[in-house]
């Protein structure tokens, strides 16, 4: 099978070439005069620079089109090799498999209710599915552990967001949705890990998702407690805003709460 760009050539090569003969044919044919066929030939020049340039586009734009769809195809089967991972680290942790995949659902949701778009949001979405990435590196001893860490245990248990940042940081398309795994137990008040960031030195992306990871973690059963009424968490989640949370991220939260809630239900996160 012939390479796109060696068709292009030969399409062109071959267009051109009749091109040149049967106008210059038809040229010799209709006129006799050296002036009248100096003028036709001046003027088949600028007819074959247009037809070649059009030609050249349409053949370039396929082409085009064609790699646009391979780059989409191929970041639809790197998002597929995610969710596949993802799901399974959820099975390891003694999550239900849906976990990553409804709170990235509902990450993306309040994203977008923010005015978060495109690719930003793509990258936000990924970053989100990724968040529990660095637990990989946590023993099973520490991380499904039944009752409450030591404090050795829970010094381990807060390198997982350092183990992630530096999972991602050599791949290319993950590099831009670090932020989340390496951010999101960042507190608003500065008393959070791994970096002890405060306000608005949060990235964005992970203020977000901080929300609606605590919203999810008490909202579900876990191996260490039981569910809390959903009043209670939404009633905490108001209590947090200023200490844990971005307060005018958790007032959009709570006046979107059915629609966000609603979202985790969706079939696609993006």
Not at 111 to 127: N, P, S, V
Not at 162 to 188: C, N, T
Request: with cysteine; hydrophobic share 45%; net charge negative.
């Amino acid at each position: 099978m012939i390479k796109p760009y060696y068709r292009t050539v030969l399409i062109y090569l071959i267009f051109a070439s009749l091109w040149i003969y049967f106008s210059d044919a038809l040229v010799a044919a209709l006129f006799r005069s050296p002036e009248m066929i100096t003028q036709v030939q001046s003027l088949k020049g600028f007819a074959f620079v247009g037809c070649t340039a059009l030609l050249l586009l349409f053949l370039t734009r396929a082409d085009v089109n064609r790699i646009e769809l391979a780059n989409l195809n191929l970041r639809k089967s790197y998002d597929q090799t995610l969710k596949g991972w993802v799901q399974v680290m959820d099975i390891r942790h003694k999550e239900t498999g849906e976990h990553s995949l409804r709170v990235t659902r509902m990450t993306v949701k309040l994203a977008a209710l923010l005015g978060i778009d495109g690719d930003e949001l793509t990258c936000l979405a990924r970053g989100a599915l990724m968040h529990d990435a660095g637990k990989v590196g946590i023993p099973d001893t520490i991380l499904i552990k039944p009752g409450p860490l030591d404090d050795k245990e829970w010094a381990i248990m807060t390198q997982h967001p350092v183990i992630a940042r530096d999972m991602m940081k050599d791949i290319g398309f993950l590099q831009p949705s670090i932020d989340i795994p390496y951010s999101h137990h960042e507190r608003w008040n500065g008393t959070g890990y791994p970096q002890g960031l405060a306000g608005e030195q949060i990235p964005l992306a992970a203020r977000i998702f901080a929300i609606i990871d605590v919203w999810d973690a008490l909202s579900e059963h876990r191996v260490y407690r039981q569910a809390w009424p959903e009043d209670e968490v939404l009633l905490y989640i108001s209590e947090q805003a200023g200490i844990h949370f971005d307060p005018e991220i958790v007032e959009v939260f709570l006046e979107h709460y059915d629609e966000i809630k609603e979202a985790a239900l969706h079939p696609s996160y993006f």
